[in-house]
């Protein structure tokens, strides 16, 4: 990929690096770093190229880059033939595109998709399938890591065959020389709401705050790493956890330097937990009974289901 080099100066966050291998192989040095990171920047980089596994999504993700591409670059016109429907639903075509899980895989009736989509469903299937994968390992990982009896307490709650709002994304960002005035954001700062981001990018942009004393709350880039993909935490883990866990604030702006003048993309993979989990603190966390976070909703005293949690949140937030 022929691609401008991120500029020495623009300020980075120094995220954790943290190898997928080790994870699977139950590392428990590698598998510290995990908490650790998703106690505090709430984003680290994975290395995905020392297992199959993770080289086959790696690989499937650099391929979904190329047909990003080609969708994107579709006439309007039949762009919208793919629209998404506003306010009801995920999936389909908008500034950004999205695929569903369920979808893909027979889990749900489908909805009407792109014939390059339709076309490449195989890849597809097999990115979805790894990147669950990989964001089940990350659950397991932190539920050994807090000591919980049952390794599989969150990673249960996204069972893949079970329907959910998890799905593959595809953004792009085209160059719009008047955004480069270094005060536009392309995607305003947020948190994600599901269990685990599995995010791919080529090109600088996505930024969170620094944690570090002599910067703290500066907006710093997360710079992409060849090689490795950049996971996140969502919303629905800190209210499982009661808190414990953090789901990072997050924005996107236009890539720093040189790298502004190209098209930016992303291929993101988003996990939740399955429709009917309800989302709740779970026991472990519940310690003297005090839940110390109501999510964003102010659902204090309610029981929502995650299909119900996740549609006020998408109303929340002006989708
Ligand atoms: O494009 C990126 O790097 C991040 C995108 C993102 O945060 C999102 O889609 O939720
Ligand atoms: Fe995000």
Known sequence: MDIPPFPDDAPTIPIARISYAALLAGDTVESQKVLTACTTDGFFYLDMTENASGQELLDDAGQLHSLSKGLFDAPVDEKMRYLNDRGKSLFGYKPTGAVAKDHLHNITSSRTYPPEMTTSQPLCRSFTQNAHVCAQVIMRTLARQLHLEDEDTFARRA????????????????????????????????????????????????????LQPENAGQWCFVKPLPGHAIINLGDAMVKFTNGTLKSAKHRVVPAPGLQATVDRYSVVYFSRPADEAIMEVLPPFLGDGTVQIGGKLGEEGKRYTTREWMVRRLVQMGH
Do not use: Y
């Open 159 to 210: 069972d893949f065959k079970a329907p959910s709002g998890d799905h593959l994304r595809l953004t792009k960002k085209s160059l719009n020389p008047k955004d480069n005035d270094g005060h536009t954001i392309g995607l305003a700062s947020h948190t994600d709401f599901g269990l685990v981001t599995v995010l791919f990018n080529w090109l600088g942009g996505l930024q969170i705050q620094s």
